[in-house]
């Protein structure tokens, strides 16, 4: 009885052992499993074709990036660059197609190449110049960035439409950016499971020195993993650039992170000699699942990087346990029979997965429709003032009209915005309202609506090449001139002034760039003897007022895009501000006009944000209700001085 006692005990402890290995081997899969359900049973909107589909093609840059990273960090490198190295290929692709007059393929090769230079580049500071890999790419980082913004001016370059098909569909319904992270994952799936470098790489990562003894030439080898990198950044820049209509030089800004995140909670280890092509692309999965499903469920932008933020942190947690729990490392060499139980598992998991989705979808059949209008608002950012109030004067707009509003914020990304746009479309919105981070980027995630028969309405910035129902807007330009004239009448028509420009590559930026020009051209004796981009932050605006206070002690003047880089400059200015070196800023937001009051800042060229707000969301119920609106609604900018800030409402 004993020993059967003791056999029965073995059984179960093995069936529980193998019950643990399996989530442990396997628990990127898992997560992504209890994701898709939670989501499904969560929001009736997530398990449909379309949005489906819309996952996918969120999830396709991000994984070709993660591709070209997961071959770094099984080498036990790391790699910072790829975000800024996909934006410098695209932009070398858009520039040498339109403005140097290159054949499109041969522009495409070019773009590779490229990213290959970069990539060759990082190899050979970190192998023959023994800089860290985190060091070497932080500087790539910084050089393609710097070098996309040089090529470019600072303004996105519309692609040609060959390029842009990329971004198209296949036979009406297959998303080309879904086509292109298949293939992509496929070729890094040989390269690493059936290729001499890919054993190399696992073979470096798991012990450097060793792997040099064995007679590998180790410095070579990272060149070439490197070079892999920037290609597949190449590629993924491509896509991104292919799905925006353009090139944008501050495309895939923070990409890196989530691509190195990808890869932590595919189940790569960050200390080198696991990972696999397979558990990147549930990396990248899992991260748009709950990008698109906490956009579907309206919860704020801020808290998504709360959540994304412990995912990943779960992640490496998990793979700690996992290794010391000695669970089966993504290495080259794997058995046939451990490829084997691997597709079975994945068979498996994709069985039970439509088997529960398909259950769970029934919670919402035959639910009852909201009487309430539904409209979505994506928002540029929610870091600055200005939107915060276009957001409150739309909600509570919405509130007064009985409309449910759904915002989100872009975070001045226009690729996550089109992927919100895109999440809009499909998830059954009533109207959308856009305030587009690029008035070119947004066009095809605009059409797409279109198509879908759904009422756009643009605020504070026009979307370019798409039908909208109505533009609901300040004059930027008329605003910028308007600044001008301030700041030259308060001088009396001379002196030396600087300007503090906007993000480069905004349509704000650009508009209220040219209203200065043109304000300015009427004061001969205005010398306008600095102009630096501070892209909108009151930190920046205040770093780069203080440089320039080094090489012009002497201004007599500042204008600023925005009041928050206004207010930067006045704390560089300290004393000075208000009294020696008056200040004009635009937008009139709240923290602008205590300035205006107390003295320090001149002037602001006020927009009325809330008013913004309201009028879009008011003009978005009409177009869905199928009433008539007028195609442009002028909100009037107004100068608000020290004289006229106490009548001033906003």
């Known amino acids: 009885m004993a020993t059967d006692t003791l056999k029965s005990t073995t059984g179960a ?96 090769l070019l773009a590779i190449a490229t990213g290959v230079a970069c990539g060759l580049i990082n190899g050979i ?22 070098l996309s913004l040089v090529i470019s001016e600072g303004s996105p370059i519309a692609l040609p439409g060959s390029v842009s ?50 007679g590998l030439r180790v410095k070579r ?39 190195i995140a990808a890869v932590v909670i595919g189940g790569a280890s960050l200390a080198g000699g696991t990972g696999k092509a397979s558990g990147t692309l549930i990396g990248a999965l899992i991260l748009a699942v709950l990008r698109n499903g906490l956009n579907l469920l309206n ?71 909201t009487s309430s209008p539904k409209m979505g608002l994506s928002l540029s950012t929610l870091n600055n003032p200005f939107f915060v109030q ?75 090449n798409a039908k909208l129902d109505t533009l609901v807007a300040s004059d930027n330009v008329a605003g910028g001139e308007l600044a001008a004239k301030s700041i030259a009448e308060k001088l009396g ?29 009427a004061y001969p004796g205005i010398k306008v003897v600095a102009q630096q981009p501070a892209d909108f932050d009151r930190t920046k605006g205040l770093d780069v007022m203080s440089n320039l206070l080094q090489a012009h002690p002497d201004v007599r003047g500042v204008i600023a895009a925005n009041d928050e880089m206004a207010l930067g400059a006045i704390k560089a200015l300290g004393s000075k501000a208000g009294k020696s070196v008056p200040v004009v800023g635009f937008d009139g937001t709240p923290d ?3 300035a205006v009051e107390g003295g320090t800042l001149y002037a602001s060229v006020a927009q009325q944000p809330s008013q913004l707000g309201k009028i879009a969301v008011d003009n978005a119920l009409r177009a869905l209700q199928g009433k008539k609106v007028e195609e442009t609604v002028k909100v009037p900018v107004k100068v608000v001085t020290k004289e006229n800030v106490a009548g001033f409402s906003g």
Do not use: C
């Not at 899969?29 to 909107?45: H, K, N, P, R, Y």
């Not at 002196?495 to 480069?504: D, N, T, Y």
């Open 13 to 108: 402890g093995a069936a529980s052992g193998g019950l643990r290995r399996l989530l442990l081997d396997n628990g990127a899969l898992t997560a992504l499993i209890v994701l898709v359900v939670a989501m499904s049973v969560l929001s009736g909107d997530f398990l449909t074709t379309d949005n489906l589909l819309n996952v996918g093609v969120q999830a396709a840059v991000t994984a070709v990036l993660a591709f070209g990273v997961t071959f770094v960090i099984v080498s036990a490198g790391i790699d910072l660059s790829v975000g800024s190295v996909a934006a410098l290929s695209a932009t070398v692709l858009a520039w040498s197609a339109t403005s140097a007059g290159v054949p499109v393929f041969a522009a495409v």
């Open 125 to 146: 500071l970190i192998s023959y110049g023994k800089l860290p890999p985190f060091i070497a790419t932080l500087a790539m980082l910084s050089v393609a960035r710097g």
């Open 165 to 214: 098909h990329l971004g198209d569909t296949l036979g009406g319904w297959l998303p080309v950016p879904v086509l292109v992270m298949i293939v992509m994952g496929l070729i890094a799936a040989f390269v690493l499971g059936r290729t001499y470098i890919g054993r190399s790489m696992y073979a470096i990562g798991g012990n450097e020195e060793a792997a040099r003894l064995s």
């Open 221 to 259: 080898q990272k060149l070439a993993i490197y070079a892999f990198s920037g290609v597949f950044a190449a590629v993924a820049g491509v896509v991104l650039a292919a799905r925006l209509s353009s090139a944008q030089p501050q495309a895939a800004d923070g990409y890196e992170l989530d691509a």
């Open 299 to 369: 919860v704020s932008a801020f808290w998504q990087q709360v959540v994304i933020g412990v995912v990943i942190a779960l992640a490496v947690l998990f793979d700690t346990l996992r290794r010391k729990a000695g669970a089966t490392p993504g290495a080259a060499g794997a058995s046939q029979g451990g490829k084997g139980r691997q597709a079975a598992t994945y068979g498996l998991a994709a069985v039970v997965t439509v088997a529960i989705v398909g259950a769970t979808s029934f919670l919402h059949n035959g639910s009852s429709a």
């Open 390 to 464: 276009i957001r409150a004067g739309a909600q509570a707009e919405a509130k007064k009209l009985g409309v449910d509003l759904t915002v989100t914020d872009a975070q001045n990304d226009a690729s996550q915005q089109a992927n919100q746009l895109q999440n809009f479309t499909t998830s059954g919105l009533g109207a959308i309202i856009v305030n587009p981070v690029d008035s070119d980027a947004a066009s095809n995630s605009v059409k797409a609506a279109g198509k879908a028969d759904i009422p756009v309405v643009a605020v504070d910035r026009v979307v370019n």
């Open 493 to 521: 028509g001379k002196g030396e002034i600087v300007i503090l420009q906007g993000q480069a590559g905004t349509s704000a930026a650009r508009e209220r760039a040219q209203g200065f020009a043109n304000g300015l051209k």
């Open 592 to 594: 602008g006009l205590k």
